[in-house]
Nanobody, 120 residues
Framework: QVQLVESGGGLVQAGASLRLSCVDSGRTDITYHMAWFRQVPGKERAFVAAISEGGEFTDYAEKGRFTISRENGKNTVYLQMNSLKPEDTAIYYC???????????????WGQGTQVTVSS
């Protein structure tokens, strides 16, 4: 069973960087497409970035500041976030699924989320 655990969130000032990590502590015999989404209170979960099961394809809601990567040998996916802005403040969720892409319903497994807060 897939068990996703995110870490790396925190409180930072605008312009700072953070790297989020997501570890699959469950089964390791299947490699999934992975993604990061984020959510603020009162709004739907929004797509941030996705990476294919082999890591050869990536997709972003906004190109330039964020980079998604993965280490399949460690069952870990990362989200490097640079030049953070107050509007990046949200709970960031890691997701895994057999079908990738930017739509949340295509993902079968979700982590509990990690809070990112960017102060101005």
């Amino acid at each position: 069973q897939v068990q996703l655990v995110e870490s790396g969130g925190g409180l930072v000032q605008a312009g700072a960087s953070l790297r989020l990590s997501c570890v699959d502590s469950g089964r390791t015999d299947i490699t999934y497409h992975m993604a990061w989404f984020r959510q603020v209170p009162g709004k739907e979960r929004a797509f941030v970035a996705a990476i294919s099961e082999g890591g050869e394809f990536t997709d972003y809601a906004e190109k330039g500041r964020f980079t998604i990567s993965r280490e399949n040998g460690k069952n870990t996916v990362y989200l490097q976030m640079n030049s953070l802005k107050p509007e990046d403040t949200a709970i960031y969720y890691c997701a895994a699924g057999s079908v990738g892409g930017s739509t949340s319903r295509w993902y079968d497994y979700w982590g509990q989320g990690t809070q990112v807060t960017v102060s101005s």
